[in-house]
């Protein structure tokens, strides 16, 4: 499986950023997916998570109405649309792709990871 993220970027404060991940190699609509982010003084953390299907998702606290995770199965791709943004947003954020399990916040249940894409969140 191969991951691509995208989308990263800066932004102000109270503003709205959407990351794609573009999937390729296996069934992606059998799969549960994630977003985690990363920053240099933290490990990695969970954001959001997504089923297979679509139709269950999951957040960390932090993110509770402000991020939406989805996925479009019919084009191998999920998203993260972030809204009122927090200039503790600020990470990398990494997609990854689950063989075994859907919706975990458990980033040692995650098989496959992209690449990470920086976001960046101006005060």
């Known amino acids: 499986v191969q991951l691509q993220a995208f989308g990263g970027g800066l932004v102000q404060a109270g503003g709205s950023l959407r990351l794609s991940c573009a999937a390729s190699g296996r069934t992606f609509s059998r799969y549960g997916m994630g977003w985690f982010r990363q920053t240099p003084r933290k490990e990695r953390e969970f954001v959001a998570a997504i089923s297979g299907s679509g139709d269950s998702t999951y957040y960390a606290d932090f993110v509770k109405g402000r991020f939406t995770i989805s996925r479009d199965n019919a084009k191998n791709t999920m998203y993260l649309q972030m809204n009122s943004m927090k200039t503790e947003d600020t990470a990398v954020y990494y997609c990854?792709?689950?063989?075994?399990?859907?919706?975990?916040?458990?980033?040692?249940?995650?098989?496959?990871w992209g690449q990470g894409t920086l976001v960046t969140v101006s005060s």
């Open positions: 990854a792709f689950s063989i075994w399990y859907s919706g975990s916040a458990s980033r040692v249940h995650y098989d496959y």
